[in-house]
């Protein structure tokens, strides 16, 4: 048995174009273990790495917009009902849940999928993730979220309202612990132009 065995890889960018995506983008790899539902709703720009065992679902009105430069850890859930977007340079680690759509959990309305919709109290919002966003390690994403050019978001964080930029985050529900430097604006300068 070889190390191939244990290794599925990456789809080739041919194959990508062909599976039926809206867009593909030039030096993109998506793990073959991957799911994905919702093809002709998923945008991928240049330079998109997406890991293995990540769910991605953009059925129906949902939408994925990636732009470049971006990286999805293993093990990550984008559930994209309500649309996604992740800008230039941002990323997420493993395991990172986002969610555009949530049941109501109130108790005034029934909840999960198998209920006639006019019965449940879905919140629904685009989720926004912005340039040079980094969202840490089994982190949480509600609905109608706009992470903030910059924002840093620590690992096992949860995030329920729209952050400031150039700002960490940390906790559950995540909490404005400190600001972030804006490194990272001049040193994409160095791949631009490359």
Known sequence: MSAEHFNPGYYTERELKEFGFKSVGKHVMVAKNCTIVGLHNI???DHVRID???????AGEGFLTLGSYIHIGGYCAILAGAGVEMLDFSGLSQGVKI??????????FMTNPTVPAHLTGVEAGKVVIGRHAIVGSQSIIMPGVL????????????????????????????????SRQKNPLELEKQIITD
């Open 43 to 45: 945008s991928l720009g």
């Open 99 to 108: 969610y555009s759509k949530s049941d109501d959990y109130s108790g005034a």
């Open 52 to 58: 293995g065992f990540t769910t991605i679902v953009a």
């Open 147 to 178: 992470l903030a050019e910059g924002t840093a978001v620590g690992a096992n964080s949860l995030i329920m309202k729209t952050t400031d930029a150039w700002s960490i985050y940390f906790g559950s529900p995540a909490k404005r612990i400190n």
